[in-house]
C-alpha cells in the first residue's frame, strides 16, 4: 500500500521542491487545505525552518539551512518505511538519463543556431525544428510515466507529475508556448525540476554530486 506523508512533511516538503512560495501555492503543492498549510508554516517559522518574505508584490515562504536539513531527517525517516525494497533509489538512477535529454530539449527549445550566431534564440518560426522538440518531450513523458507509477505506488506524493506534464505539453502544442520552460506557470521544464528536486531531497543527494 501507497504511503501518505504526515502533513508537517508535505508542507515543508512542498516549500523545499518549490523554492518559494506563498501559503495558497504550498497548500495547492502539499495537497492541503491553506488553514493547514498555514498551520504548519507557522509552527515551522517558530522553529527557524522556513522564512517568509513580503515586500511590495512579493509574498511567500523559503525555507532556511535548518528547515532544509529537517526536511531531509523527515524524508530519510519516512523512507526507511515506507521503501524498504530501494524503488526511489532505482527509479532515480533510470531517471538521470531521461534527465539529460529534458535538459537538452529544453536548450533546443530555447536556441535555435544560426550560421550568424550558433546561440541564436528560438524565434519559433522553424516549425520542423519545433515539432521535433514537441515529439522528444513527448516521448520523454511517455518514458517517464511507468517510473512516477512505481514512486507513487510507494509514495502518494509523487502521483501528479505525470498528469501535470502531460498538462503542460498539451498547453504547448495548442500553441501555448510558454509552457515548454517558463518558470511562472506548471510548465514541462518546471514539472520535471520538482520532480528532480524531490528525488535528490527523498534520497538526501547534493545534486552538484549526481553522477
Excluded at 506523508?5 to 501555492?25: I, T
Excluded at 529534458?102 to 550558433?118: C, F, G, K, N, S
Amino acid at each position: 500500500m501507497t504511503h501518505r506523508s504526515a502533513p508537517e512533511l508535505l508542507v515543508l516538503h512542498a516549500v523545499r521542491v518549490m523554492g518559494f512560495a506563498d501559503s495558497e501555492a504550498v497548500a495547492a503543492r502539499a495537497g492541503t487545505s491553506r488553514p493547514e498549510a498555514e498551520r504548519v508554516l507557522s509552527e515551522s517559522e517558530c522553529k527557524v525552518w522556513v522564512q517568509h518574505v513580503a515586500f511590495a508584490d512579493l509574498d511567500g515562504w523559503s525555507l532556511t539551512d535548518s528547515g532544509k536539513a529537517e526536511n531531509e531527517r523527515q524524508l530519510a525517516a519516512e523512507l526507511v518505511d515506507a521503501d524498504p525494497a530501494g524503488v526511489v533509489a532505482a527509479v532515480y538512477r533510470s531517471f538521470l538519463p531521461l534527465n539529460a535529454r529534458l535538459l537538452r530539449a529544453v536548450t533546443d527549445w530555447q536556441i535555435r543556431p544560426t550560421e550568424a550566431d550558433r546561440f541564436a534564440p528560438n524565434d519559433h518560426a522553424d516549425d520542423t525544428w519545433d515539432e521535433r522538440v514537441l515529439d522528444e518531450l513527448a516521448a520523454l513523458g511517455r518514458q517517464l510515466a511507468p517510473l512516477a507509477d512505481r514512486l507513487s505506488a510507494v509514495l502518494m506524493r509523487f502521483d501528479d507529475y505525470t498528469k501535470r506534464y502531460e498538462a503542460a505539453l498539451r498547453k504547448a502544442r495548442n500553441g501555448e508556448l510558454d509552457w515548454i520552460d517558463k518558470t511562472d506557470v506548471d510548465s514541462c521544464h518546471r514539472v520535471w525540476f520538482q520532480l528532480h528536486e524531490d528525488l535528490v531531497a527523498t534520497l538526501g543527494i547534493d545534486r552538484r554530486n549526481e553522477a
